[in-house]
């Protein structure tokens, strides 16, 4: 498994995090329901946080994981990134 393989799993993992929450967020508000609003309106600072804090070069340890949230974007906000700007490890190499 390479490094570009762990971090967008680590991202995968955190982005349907969000996704879930966003659905459960729809829900409650299609239901007017204030404490399932809340319930699920917190879970989205958590997930940026979470982004922006775990996901990271498993070589330097530093902070890649807004990077790798724009690799995976769709469409034209979408990032081509091959090397950590940190370290400068192929994401392509071996973990």
């Known amino acids: 498994m390479n490094i570009r393989e762990t971090l967008q799993r680590k991202t995968r993992y955190i982005m349907w995090f969000g996704f879930i929450s966003w659905l459960g967020l729809m829900v409650s508000l299609f239901l007017k329901l204030s404490t399932l609003f809340i319930v699920f309106f917190l879970p ?22 807004l990077l790798v949230a724009q690799a995976l974007a ?9 090397n950590c700007p940190f370290c400068g490890v192929s994401f392509d190499a071996e973990v």
């Open 74 to 82: 769709p469409g034209r906000f979408k990032t081509k990134v091959s």
């Open 44 to 65: 989205f600072p958590a997930v940026a946080l979470a982004q922006s804090l775990f996901v990271r070069c498993p070589r330097c340890g530093g902070n890649v994981g």
